[in-house]
């Protein structure tokens, strides 16, 4: 199971914390469009393809592709009401993803 279709899965424990789910990649809208549609997701995916939101999160890692390109890490960030960070979980490693019951632990901890 993919880390969106895992969010999808607890999507409704998500809303009943009163939280919602926004997903964000570095690809066009048109895939992210194919992406959602595949996977079945009902939150937005959102295309960053001029890396903007990507950079001001600090998740650049320069040279860190097969081809000395950069890439961007994978991270997942709880907000709190205010639009402050209140917790993130960041890798240098494109295949360790955040589990959605970790997810659902920290939203737990917000007032």
Do not use: C, Y
Request: proline fraction near 5%; charged fraction near 35%; aromatic fraction near 6%.
């Amino acid at each position: 199971m993919s880390e969106l279709q895992g969010l999808q899965s607890r999507i409704t424990q998500i809303h009943e914390l009163d939280a919602e789910v926004l997903a964000i990649s570095i690809d066009p809208p048109e895939m992210n469009g194919r992406i959602a549609q595949k996977h079945g997701l009902t939150f937005p995916l959102l295309s960053d393809h001029n890396r903007e939101a990507m950079d001001r999160f600090g998740l650049r890692h320069e040279d860190g592709g097969m081809e000395g390109d950069d890439i961007f890490r994978p991270a997942m960030f709880v907000l709190d009401r205010e639009g402050r960070v209140v917790w993130r979980k960041l890798t240098d490693d494109w295949r360790v993803r955040v589990r959605p019951e970790e997810i659902l632990e920290q939203l737990r901890l917000i007032d």
